[in-house]
């Protein structure tokens, strides 16, 4: 009888609110309203201030003729206004995109035409692509400009700048509250490595959810001092604008990413959070000493996109920083894996500690369920850390979909699980540990080799920054790994000394036969793009 009551029980107003970031703003502002939010160069706002800010930023969309489920793009660096835009364009109702603002004008013109951007808010340093992407477009988005006054050069491409827009809107905006927590939030495209871009669309759901998994997995304190190194336009920031917020802490905004920004930020505003690509963790261990600054309170990193090599790890430790490994996709809001940390393994030597700390890990919080699979038969694979298959994810942190994409997001879902492409492994602890994209993967003479197995043994060497291993064809195996390695400045390493090396460290058949000394192509977020280097075995 009971039983049958609890079942008859309907959802109300009174017990049933849907899930949405947005209300972290709200509460911090009122019970926070003088506690700093942002730090930009001289400017300084509250989180009063940058929620009425956001209000403002919401009510003058509205006017500029910005509907419920409208796309509103944003081109900009990680600056005030880019963080405001993660609240005030869904306080309109709207669907936040945020560019790449590295991207060429071919694909930002793809992105506004294929996302039907009705408002653009570009930054003037970015005004040249800009205004090639709209030269190409028939129905040009309204585009208002961010004339920041660090920005020399450029030129305004709008009706009116972003102050002047804030100007034009309500401070005391009312903003509604959504319906449906299955409504899209963002919009948020792909690299496009092989092709065009995807558009993968985000919920308020998710969004919310990864939120506070952030804090809860990083062990994050109320008002956390977080450096923004991780561009916002990819992952919306990993979903970190909202989690700051719910924190109450402070935004540290940079425009340029370097050792010299890094250290001067965690010394002068005592930042103890930051998130970033191994390249970024390169940039701190690998500073000059002109470029470092002392600190004496304890600074977290949070890493993702290329695996990081036990090496980088290991070095970052012995510097005084702790590392959390994540690992996660566009397509679920940036990190929902996690190498969550045992306090029995601070016992272990600091090299052991690496190795551990290089797995992905375990599934985050607030995603569901994460399985390492044979791709044909969806069959899980033995926990044994050798057997290799396909990374499978699913949860309340997974995309909605690529946007006007069914086919692609039907492929994506295929047996009611988040297919990444990415191969790895499961340790008998649980654990997973990438081996490789699908495509990644080297088979020589029938072995199959992990490039990324082979990158960690060479990065481990002194003379290494960093390295990208790819296939190179050979008439004899079918394809041999080649490596190509960017060197620590100052030092010099000869192709053999790499090879003898790694002969050393690996099994032979593993082994380079042939090292290349170059820059290596990186996207914006610190993923190496293999497909680049792959290319110059077929050119010329």
Aim: hydrophobic fraction near 40%; glycine fraction near 6%; charge should be negative.
């Amino acid at each position: 009888m009971v039983e049958n009551c609890l079942i008859e029980l309907n959802k109300s107003a009174a017990n049933y609110v849907p899930l949405n970031p947005l209300s972290f703003i709200k509460r911090t502002a009122a019970v926070y309203p003088g506690h700093l939010s942002i730090i930009y160069g001289d400017r300084r706002f509250t989180w009063l201030e940058t929620y009425t800010r956001a209000r403002r930023l919401a009510s003058a969309l509205i006017a500029a003729g910005v509907q419920p489920g409208d796309r509103v793009a944003v081109m900009a660096a990680n600056t005030p206004e880019m963080y405001e835009a993660h609240f005030g364009v869904p306080m309109a109702s709207a669907v936040l995109s945020t560019l790449n603002c590295r991207l060429d004008s071919a694909a930002i013109a793809f992105i506004l035409k294929h996302s039907q951007a009705r408002v653009l808010i570009t930054d003037r340093e970015f005004s040249n692509t800009i205004k090639a992407a709209l030269s190409g477009l028939v129905t040009p988005p309204k585009v208002f400009d961010i004339d920041d006054p660090e920005v020399t050069g450029g030129e305004l491409l709008g009706e009116c700048d972003y102050e002047a827009l804030l100007q034009r809107g309500d401070p005391e905006f009312d903003w509604p509250m959504i319906r449906d927590e299955w409504e899209s939030i963002a919009l948020n495209y792909t690299s496009g490595t092989t092709g065009d871009p995807k558009g993968v669309v985000y919920h308020y759901r998710g969004a919310y959810l990864n939120a506070l998994s952030n804090a809860v997995d990083w062990n994050m304190n109320m008002h956390p001092v977080y450096l923004w190194t991780l561009p916002m336009f990819h992952c919306n920031g990993w979903c970190f604008p909202w989690t700051i917020a719910a924190k109450a802490g402070v935004n540290v905004c940079i425009r340029k990413v370097s050792a010299e920004t890094i250290y001067s930020a965690i010394a002068e505003h005592r930042v103890d959070h930051f998130c970033g690509a191994p390249i970024v963790l390169s940039f701190v261990i690998n500073a000059t000493d002109k470029e470092r600054r002392e600190f004496s309170h304890r600074c977290k990193a949070m890493t993702a996109a290329a695996p990081p090599p036990a090496s980088v790890l290991k070095s970052m430790q012995e510097q005084g920083f702790h590392v959390t490994h994540v690992y996660g996709l566009t397509e679920t809001y940036g990190p929902s894996v996690v190498c969550a940390w045992h306090r029995e393994w601070d016992e272990e030597p600091i090299k052991d500690q690496a190795v551990l700390k290089a797995r992905q890990g375990v599934v985050y919080t607030a995603q569901e369920e994460l399985m390492v699979a044979d791709p044909a038969s969806m069959e899980p694979v033995p926990s044994d850390g050798e057997t290799i298959g396909e990374v499978f994810i699913r949860g309340n942190i997974t995309m909605k979909g690529y946007f006007n994409d069914p086919d692609a997001t039907e492929k994506a879902f295929a047996g009611g699980w988040f297919h990444t492409g990415d191969l790895g492994v499961r340790h008998p602890d649980g654990y997973i540990k990438l081996k490789d994209r699908s495509k990644d993967i080297i088979i020589s003479g029938g072995e199959n080799i992990s490039s990324i197995e082979v990158e960690d043994v060479i990065h481990s060497h002194p003379a290494v920054q960093a390295v990208a291993v790819v296939a190179k064809p050979d008439d004899k195996w079918g394809e041999t790994p080649c490596a190509f390695i960017e060197t620590v400045p100052g030092t010099s390493v000869s192709e053999a000394e790499i090879i003898a090396y790694c002969r050393e460290n690996l099994a032979h058949f593993k082994c380079p036969r042939s090292v290349i000394f170059a820059e290596i192509p990186k996207t914006s977020t610190g993923k190496i793009q293999k497909f680049e280097l792959r290319k110059r075995f077929f050119e010329g």
